[in-house]
């Protein structure tokens, strides 16, 4: 299906990436949206506010960020492609219900745009510090997919994937901004609608009385009805049975939560994006995403010209992990420098995955500003010493 | 379990009919959760009632429900249904309703969930005039997790975390509702099966938000707790206890223990919901770029 072209803004804006966010999410469908300010998120809302009366969208900002995520939970229920938008504090608030979207396999978008932490933090200035957050911060066994922009551009491609993957896989999907992409303000080219995929919803066609909201097929997603189609379903947060009916027993746990797992897991391959750069003949290879993945292309120039060959992946999709690529590549290189605004988080993942096959090193910052180039080529000099 | 001193033959007579309100039901979750002389199901069996007497297309009904005794109902009746997370159903709901304005959105739930965990969002969605049916089972007490206090537990009440009894005023609920400007705002007790059927049908036609308390007993518990005898002795307090007072000013129906209750339809007025106001604030401004409004007037709703 291709977009409306209501939505769709097309020509060449120049928009900061939470703009490019909100634009995103319009050209992708999204309907229905709803909010609580938070800074540096707010410029999403407020373009939101602006520009749904034109397309048909219902805007609301609700009391709370608890509100706000239950609110796009139940609007996707209605029918609705639905998205909220909040950073550190808020996106804390949300934790519950983002594992009630999981539970009920709701597809809506939730962006994060990450400011410093922990508590209120540093309200206006940059962190990346709830990258380990978006992949466990919900209660119980689940998996998230979850998309880091590097770039406005990237902020309004990646929202639209969000939206498909949310779609195709029933899932709640978080893009993961960072302030400084959320704040900076470059050109952004919106393609005529024509030419932008928008994933359907799996509505089901199953006979009234034969509707199991619950039973799956191969790809393990289950077809989705929507209130008012007369299939009159039940949906629960609790464990339930195919049915959608509440079973508390550990045959039902078994039966549901390794599928919920599964069906993100088993389709990693369709999900997992990053870009890779000279990494044949590396022997290090930096680990960046969002901001600090252009502040660490700084750094690999500097390391290139001291004749020390560095190569670059570049995590476009956060969740989940390219864990095969990182174990491939570990067998071949000295070290990997995981380059973050945070004291160590995907650093731990890639470590995880390089398994003593290789060293691992973290080029961190505490947040509120990116790193100095000159701090990160110290560590991939380290990284090129390593025997 | 077959109650004491009922001949087994009315038992094999009744067992063997299909009970009237089957067919509003998922039989096939039956037994239900719910404790014998629970109140809950009587408010269950008057919205049911309230279906039939308007003949309602339940396939554009929903129910929300948060988590509680209470919040087991979303399961039980056969409509578009959502069980939730704890306090949240009005959100839910609010997001539902938005989607799809078709819908007819009712909130199932308790008073723990409504106006402890979700009390922000019962004042919001009232202040709002959201379009929403809530339907609020107040037994004064937490009754999942094993009879806690509540925002609504009456002073001196004992309860298993106010052992000495509560020393805490407690909300009126009406009064919130109202006060926050509800557009209908009633309360009965199960007792009231048929003025609460009424209500049921009022609110189900009825734009805005519209907030019904169900005063219930709730025997294991609460009952048990204070020494208030069994489910009928509840009944029969509510029996001999309630005052009816139709259009009663909502501040002054607050439920003191072992006092009256007042009972009525408090409140019926007629502000504009918050899509009614949306569209005709948006669509004064707008003018021709307001799409609801192009879409509503193609549709010659407007
Ligand atoms: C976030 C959260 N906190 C606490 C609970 C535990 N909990 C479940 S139901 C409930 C209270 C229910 O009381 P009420 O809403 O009055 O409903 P009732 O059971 O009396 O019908 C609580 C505290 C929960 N499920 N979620
Ligand atoms: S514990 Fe109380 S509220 Fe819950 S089902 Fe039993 S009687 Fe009803």
Known sequence: MKADPIG??????????????????IAAGCRFFAGYPITPSTECAELISERFPEVGGIFIQMEDE???????????????????????PGISLMMENIGLAIMLETPCVVANVQRGGPSTGLPTMVGQADVMQARWGSHGDYEIIAYSPQSPQEAFDFTIKAFNMAERYRTPVIVLLDECVGHMVEKVVIPPADTIEIEPRRLTDAAKDE??????????????????????????????????????????????????????????????????????????????????ARVSRMAIDLAREKGIKVGFLRLRAIWPFPEKRVAELAKKIKSYVVVEINLGQIYYEVQRCAAGRCETLLSPHAGGGVHDPEDIFKVIEKGAKVK | MSPKGVPEAVIAAVSSEEHPIAPFLRMDRMPHIWCSTCGIGTAVKALVAAFEKLETDLDKVSIVSGIGCTGRVAGYVRLDSFHTTHGRPIPFATGLKLANSELTVIVFSGDGDLSAIGGNHFIHAARRNMDLKVICVNNFIYGMTGGQAAPTTPLTAVTSTTPYGNAEPPFNLCHLAAACGANYVARWTALHVRRLTKAFAEILVKPGFCFVEVITPCSTLYARKNRLGTGLDIMKYYHDNTVIEHGAEPADTDIVFGGPIICGKFVDRDRPTWLEYQDQHLGEVLGDKYYRGKVLQGAGER
Request: charged share 25%; with cysteine.
């Open chain 1, 66 to 88: 608890i509100a706000s995520i239950t609110a796009i939970i139940g609007a996707a229920w209605g029918g609705a492609r639905t998205m909220t938008v909040t950073s550190g």
């Open chain 1, 8 to 25: 769709v803004r097309t020509g060449t804006l120049y928009l900061d990436g939470d703009r490019a966010t909100a634009e995103g999410a």
């Open chain 1, 211 to 292: 509707y199991l909201p619950f039973a799956y097929g191969d790809d393990l997603v289950p077809d989705m009805a929507i209130a008012g189609m007369g299939y009159r379903f039940h949906v629960t947060g609790l464990t339930h049975d195919e049915r959608g009916y509440p079973e508390m027993s550990v045959r039902c746990q078994e039966w549901l939560v390794p599928r919920l797992v599964a069906k993100i897991r088993q389709n990693a391959d369709d999900i997992i994006e990053f870009d890779e750069e000279n990494t044949d003949d590396a022997d290090v290879v930096v680990v960046s995403y969002g901001i600090s």
